[in-house]
């Protein structure tokens, strides 16, 4: 019998043969003899059986178009409903002023001019000019009648649950449970600010 420190260290090494496919029969505490792949790569260590990959492979199956385009109108239904009110909101003294009623850029419609500015200003110390630019052509298409700059945030909301439905669906061929997932996103209350005020747009245009 040699040393403590002696028996650990053969211990070890003979369990390091045994991860190279050596038998350790009769050595106390050691692995029993690990089979290897053509490779020569362990398959499993001690009990521990390689992983069934069915169990992680993401479904291959194609999604049935049809149910596909039925769930991306429920969604966009669904989405949009609880906002449909908003259509005869009027603009609100919160930087709705500031961002349209103010601004004579925006008010004057989707320009050259504008869109220049919109690249290159500063305004209410933000910039944002996809933004700018979005409200510059509800301007250029409705005026100044609140109801459709409404009506534009609740269609943005819509693409937004759809296309996290479309995301999910197709990274993980999930369709019912990425459906349900995006109609929590829909019709979640935390988006409330976003789509129901008309300066918050930017939020929405940021998702998108």
Not at 57 to 75: G, I, Q, W
Not at 134 to 162: I, K, Q, R, T, Y
Request: hydrophobic residues 45%; contains cysteine; aromatic residues 8%.
């Amino acid at each position: 019998m040699g040393s403590p420190e002696q028996n650990i260290l053969g211990i070890g090494s003979r369990r390091c043969q045994a991860r190279k496919g050596f038998s350790t029969e009769g050595i106390p505490g050691a692995s029993p003899k690990i089979p290897l792949d053509p490779s020569g790569t362990e398959l499993y260590h001690r009990n521990i059986h390689p992983p069934d990959p069915k169990v992680f492979r993401l479904s291959t199956r194609p999604l049935s178009r049809p149910l596909l385009a039925a769930v991306t109108v429920s969604l966009a239904c669904l989405s949009s409903l609880p906002y449909a009110p908003v259509a005869g909101h009027d603009f609100i003294l919160l930087d709705d002023e500031t961002y349209i009623l103010e601004n004579f850029r925006v008010r004057g419609g989707l320009t050259w001019e504008g869109a220049k500015w919109a690249f290159t200003a500063f305004h209410t110390a933000n910039w944002h000019p996809l933004t700018w630019l979005s409200h510059m052509l509800d301007v250029e298409l409705f005026g100044m009648a609140p109801g459709p700059h409404h009506l534009v945030n609740a269609a943005l909301h819509s693409c937004n649950s759809v296309l996290l439905f479309l995301l999910l669906s197709g990274m993980t061929g999930a369709l019912w449970r990425s459906a349900a997932a995006a109609a929590v996103f829909a019709v979640h209350p935390l988006h409330v600010e976003s789509v129901a005020w008309v300066s918050e747009r930017k939020d929405l245009l940021c998702a998108l």
